[in-house]
């Protein structure tokens, strides 16, 4: 019998184009997936660049009109990798044309962005088509973390009292020039919604748990001005090699965030995200500790999670390290074998697999954020901006 297959167009060309990209390349080659993704059309705005990307990354067409793949009758899933302030409109009409639909995070650039997009998708999941909706709060599919939520639910954690999340890169110096992620009516925030929504995600995710109220926010922007760009806006996240006019404009987003949190089953946390960390260049990392338990993550050591058994007798607790690669761990059957280390790019491969897993009628390997999930963090977001400004504690029931 031959297999379901779904017609995939992307949007955007760049760095979540890639990591996408090879995502749909590599899922149905690992995993035995219900439904293969096809990869129909890439979009995004350089003609010239498509050119060669589409045909590198295997790409069936390409198109600098997104409008036309959202209303093409071929296509069943959209995926959004376009900067913030245009994910709204994407999303929007991909979901009224009867698409399934995978945005990047956060989800918008905007809570009232956010909450058309929330209401878009409540809509088309009552449809006929019965759209999904899926966000791309990869970390989730690490192993390491998709562990630590495993054994969260598995009560191994006990009661959570303590959580603390850091997100830290240095890449935004004075001499990063003024890209998307520096203007807020194009990104929303800075360090917050880039970085900090992924560890707000991984808090929730892992603790299975929401934050009650924030309190005492900070949003820093340090470097207040920024060269313009003339012409394209370089490579890698900073902007390397890009080439700058004299001009300067001013940066309307933070460039560190700090905020305390109570969550509603008790626990405390903090939350520090930074652009401006030297010496840190993805140093995504989660802290939690519970009465039975206790666990550590930092993504630049992605496939360890560190472990505190409180339950063992005393002479024997201490921090263990497990190598989270198998056997028996989350997604390490459709890796290499024990100890035989994955990448960033897994993260993506296996959000592509549980997507399909989903779309197939079959469990992904841990719970996937749709827009109903990632709406919460973008609630949280709001809070602590509201929090910063206002310089009060900011109670989640006050933010809709
Ligand atoms: N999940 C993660 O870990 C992660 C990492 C980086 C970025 N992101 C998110 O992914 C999104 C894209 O970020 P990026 O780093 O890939 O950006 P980027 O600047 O590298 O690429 C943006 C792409 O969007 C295209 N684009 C921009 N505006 C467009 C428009 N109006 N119509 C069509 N195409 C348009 C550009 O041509 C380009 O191909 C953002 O929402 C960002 O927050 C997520």
């Not at 935004?172 to 009516?185: E, I, K, S, V, Y």
């Not at 089953?265 to 939690?288: C, M, P, Q």
């Amino acid at each position: 019998m031959s297999k379901r297959t779904l017609n995939v167009a992307l949007i955007g060309s760049k760095f979540m184009g890639r990591t996408h990209s090879n995502a749909y390349l590599k899922a149905p080659m690992h995993f035995d997936l219900p439904v293969d993704p096809v990869m129909h059309t890439i979009t995004a705005r350089d003609k010239a660049d498509l050119e060669s990307f589409a045909p590198r990354w295997g790409w069936r067409n390409h198109t600098t009109r997104w409008n036309d793949v959202v209303n093409n009758d071929e296509i069943g899933l959209v995926d959004i990798g376009t900067p913030n302030h245009v994910h709204r409109d994407m999303a929007v009409a991909a979901l009224e044309a009867g698409k399934h639909v995978a945005c990047e995070k956060p989800l918008a650039n905007t809570l009232d962005n956010a909450r058309v997009m929330l209401k878009a998708a409540k809509k088309a999941a009552k449809s006929k088509a019965r759209n999904k909706t899926f966000v791309w709060y990869n970390y989730r599919r690490c192993p390491a973390v998709a562990l630590a939520y495993q054994m969260a639910r598995a009560g191994r954690l006990g009661k959570i009292y303590h959580v603390r999340c850091f997100y830290l890169q240095d890449w935004a110096g004075p001499d990063t020039p003024m890209l998307w992620r520096f203007q807020g009516n194009v990104a929303g925030s800075g360090a917050l919604g880039d970085l900090c929504a992924h560890s707000i995600d991984t808090a929730r995710f892992i603790m299975g748990d929401e934050i009650r109220e924030i309190n005492g926010a900070i949003l820093k922007t340090f470097i207040k001005e920024r060269v313009v760009l003339a012409g394209g806006a370089g490579g890698e996240i900073s902007g390397k090699g890009a080439k700058t006019a004299k001009k300067k404009a001013k940066s309307t987003v933070d460039d560190a965030v700090l905020f305390t949190a109570e969550f509603k089953g008790g626990a405390v946390a903090t939350f520090e995200a930074t652009r401006l960390s030297t010496g840190d260049k993805n140093g995504n990392r989660i802290e939690i500790h519970g009465d039975k338990g206790a666990i550590r993550f930092d993504f630049e050591r992605m496939c360890e999670l560190q472990w505190y058994d409180a339950t063992l007798p005393e002479a024997e607790q201490g921090w263990s390290t497990i190598n989270v690669s198998g056997p028996n761990h989350p997604y390490a059957e459709a890796w290499w074998p024990a100890a035989h280390a994955i990448g960033y790019e897994h993260s993506f491969i296996n959000q592509v697999a549980d997507m399909c897993f989903t779309l197939g009628r079959k469990k992904p390997v841990v719970p996937l954020p749709d827009f109903e999930d990632a709406y919460q963090t973008q609630r949280v977001l709001e809070a602590v901006t509201q929090s910063a400004k206002h310089r009060c504690p900011i109670k989640l029931s006050q933010v809709k």
